[in-house]
């Protein structure tokens, strides 16, 4: 039985599956550097805790684009699709 997550790469698409996967990876840690440069320049509490919080919605809206949901249905695709979108707009991650 094939694993499921290297389909994309059995029907000629592995360079493509390549690109996009080093290319989130650049993007999530250039990111994650960022974050962590400007919480350690703030001397501002509240710039930290800004800091952490946006980290943490990054991380929430890689979890979302990356992962491979565990429900299939429907209804979980569109939950999916709503946080994405309102992750993406700025709404947070809840």
């Keep these: 039985m094939r694993n499921p997550y290297t389909l994309p790469a059995t029907i ?3 360079p493509d599956v390549a690109l996009a996967v080093v290319r989130w990876k ?6 994650l550097l960022e974050d962590r440069l400007v919480a350690a320049a703030s ?3 509240a710039d930290r805790a800004m800091v952490d919080q946006l ?3 990054k991380l929430r809206l890689a979890q979302l684009l990356l992962e491979s949901p565990k ?3 429907k209804e979980a695709r569109q939950r999916r699709e709503m946080e994405r979108e309102k992750i993406s707009q ?3 991650a809840h």
Aim: proline share 0%; no cysteine.
């Design 43 to 45: 001397n501002n509490s």
């Design 71 to 73: 429900d299939f249905s």
């Design 12 to 14: 000629g698409e592995g």
């Design 90 to 92: 700025g709404g947070g």
């Design 55 to 57: 980290r943490g919605t």
């Design 26 to 31: 650049g993007v999530v840690l250039d990111s």
